[in-house]
């Protein structure tokens, strides 16, 4: 595909050096529930990376925390080796974060674990170079405030090793956004964000006017899908779904927005595609913004 332009909703963005569609795929979904273990359908899970692809989706985003691992050997599986230019797949990972028997996501972001986790997410995609690595800050409750030098630096050290394209940051707070630009330059943020939960407004509006990517997680509510009266009416009238709109929403929210729904099913990822490319009226938009206000 010429990645000048794409036939997925919202055309496309300049991240890093790479031209990637706004619509991506997010590929946390893949593996057991609650992000632990392997998926109930294996074949079914590689079907889905081999259907983004094919539709024209070139920006994944994924992490070896993720299973643990289990959805970077997914993506290895289905799709290495990766195509090469102008097809190329943009792979983003993020480090920060490990795994516990629990399932939960303790911290993990001292030099030597951020050094231990780039190169256990090369061996498992198989790459030499990873094209972009998030750092994520803060906890499972969202971003919390403290310093991310220490941390940032430790991947612009691997940046100039050169196991590292581009890098972002996740899960941040705005002063944390500015620290880390004041060391070198990021290419995205990657928040939560989505029609119930836009404290990131502000954040969002500034990143777009310096050219850096706005990458919402849980852009659909995460575990707890968005359930609002509003969403429902609008839905309704378009004869839509709910998760369509949101994602419609996201999409005509500023252009520095990238997609990255996740889902295990082809069916629905179908779906997540034409959803997003939904046209909403001004009325639609601004009965949509009153949910997070």
Not at 96 to 106: F, H, I
Not at 163 to 191: K, M, W, Y
Not at 192 to 218: C, K, Q, S
């Amino acid at each position: 595909m010429d990645t000048s332009s794409t036939p997925l909703p919202g055309g496309t963005w300049t991240l890093g050096d790479s031209v990637v569609p706004r619509f991506g795929y997010g590929a946390m979904q893949l593996s057991g529930p609650w992000v632990m273990g392997p998926p109930a359908d294996h074949d079914g899970a590689l079907a889905v990376l081999r259907e983004a692809v094919s539709l024209g989706i070139t920006h994944i985003d994924t992490s070896d925390a993720y299973g643990p691992r289990i959805t970077n050997e997914l993506i290895r599986e289905a799709l290495h080796p990766y195509p090469a230019y102008p097809e190329s797949l943009f792979i983003a990972t993020k480090v920060g974060a490990t795994r516990d028997a629990q399932g939960g996501w303790p911290t993990a972001r001292r030099p030597e674990d951020l050094r231990k986790q780039v190169h256990e997410n090369l061996t498992s995609l198989g790459v030499e170079t990873l094209d972009l690595v998030n750092m994520r800050m803060g906890d499972a409750q969202g971003p919390q405030h403290g310093s991310i030098t220490e941390a940032f630096a430790t991947l612009v050290g691997l940046q100039r090793e050169g196991l590292i394209r581009h890098l972002g940051v996740s899960n941040v707070t705005a002063e944390q956004v500015a620290e880390a630009r004041s060391i070198a330059p990021i290419v995205c943020v990657q928040n939560m964000y989505n029609l119930a939960h836009r404290h990131d407004d502000a954040l969002v509006d500034h990143l777009a006017t310096e050219g850096i990517a706005y990458v919402p997680f849980f852009p659909l509510g995460g575990f707890t899908p968005l359930q609002s009266e509003a969403l429902s009416q609008v839905a309704n009238r378009r004869g839509a779904t709910p998760m369509s709109v949101a994602l419609a929403w996201l999409m005509r929210r500023s252009p520095n927005i990238l997609l990255i729904p996740g889902t295990s099913s082809v069916a629905h990822l179908r779906e997540n595609i034409t959803g997003a490319g939904l046209s909403l009226s001004d009325a639609d938009v601004a009965e949509l913004d009153s949910i997070g206000h």
